[in-house]
Structure formats: structure tokens, C-alpha cells
């Protein structure tokens, strides 16, 4: 009877069985089925977060230009913010006011929060409301941040929706 040689090493067989191999390969996927949940969910908290941090960002930023707005008023500045308008000077930059507050545009609280579409949003302009839409979101107009101009004697409204990010 004739034998075969394998090879070997050491006087020990080389190589994997296919045991061996099936058992990597279901392991392998066990592993990639627990992580790409983990994965998918970590992209979502990542788009929550922005949209946290530049809804944080626009709010600092409308209570900082009301404070120099404030100021301006206070010292009688001409050619500042007014009561119902005018401009404020925020590190060398004009920012557009109205009742206070910044402006819901581009020149108005965009110049004052200094928030851009490359940071990862869409930015919109309705009739005196600013909308910014996270890129990427599952559905856009769930994650987003929305800043409605100051009415006289109020606060502007600023509201966070993270429901479909």
C-alpha cells in the first residue's frame, strides 16, 4: 500500500482542515453581523451631534449679537443696531439685525454664527425663518435646526428636530 506525503513541518501536518475553515468564516460573520448595526447607529448619533453643536453655535451666537447690540445701544453708537434693526460689528464682520437679534439670513445670523454649508448642512431661506438640514440625514427635514426672526419684544425661536437624522 503506497502512502502520500504531505507536507509538513516539524512532523506536523500543514495547512487548515476545512473545519477549521468554516468555523473562521462563521465567526468572521457573526462579528460583521453584531458591528454594521453598531456602525450604522454611530453615523446617526454623528448627525445628531452636529446638528446639536451648530444648534448651540446659533444660539450663542443670536445672545452674543444681542449683546453688542445692547452695548451699541447703550453707549448711543450712530449707525448701529437700532431698535428695530440696523447692524452690529461682530470681530470685524456686519451682522444684519432685526429687533435686537440677528436677522434670519445670510447676512444676519449666518455672519454671526459663522455656520456654512461646508460644514455638512444645506442652508435655506424661507420668509423670516433660516433652515439648516444636516447632509446625509435618512430624512432631511427631521434633522435640522430652524431659527425664526425675533418678533418686537421676543426672543427669535430656534428649534432642534433630530427625529429623522
Do not use: H, W
Request: net charge positive; proline share 3%; charged share 15%.
Amino acid at each position: 500500500m503506497k502512502r502520500f506525503a504531505y507536507a509538513q513541518s516539524g512532523g506536523r501536518v500543514a495547512g487548515f482542515t476545512l473545519i477549521e475553515l468554516v468555523i473562521v468564516i462563521t465567526i468572521v460573520g457573526i462579528l460583521a453581523a453584531v458591528a454594521l448595526p453598531r456602525f450604522v447607529n454611530l453615523q446617526r448619533d454623528a448627525r445628531i451631534s452636529k446638528a446639536q453643536s451648530i444648534f448651540g453655535t446659533i444660539k450663542a451666537a443670536a445672545y452674543l449679537a444681542k449683546a453688542r447690540c445692547e452695548i451699541d445701544l447703550s453707549q448711543g453708537y450712530s449707525g448701529a443696531c437700532t431698535s428695530s434693526g440696523g447692524q452690529v460689528n461682530m470681530d470685524g464682520a456686519l451682522v444684519a439685525m432685526v429687533n435686537r437679534y440677528p436677522d434670519a439670513s445670510s447676512t444676519g445670523i449666518d455672519v454671526a454664527s459663522q455656520v456654512t454649508t461646508a460644514e455638512g448642512f444645506t442652508i435655506t431661506q424661507g420668509a423670516g425663518v433660516r433652515t439648516y438640514d444636516v447632509v446625509g440625514a435618512a430624512v432631511p427635514s427631521q434633522c435640522r435646526i430652524s431659527y425664526t426672526a425675533a418678533a418686537p419684544n421676543q426672543a427669535p425661536v430656534i428649534t432642534l428636530d433630530v427625529a429623522g437624522c
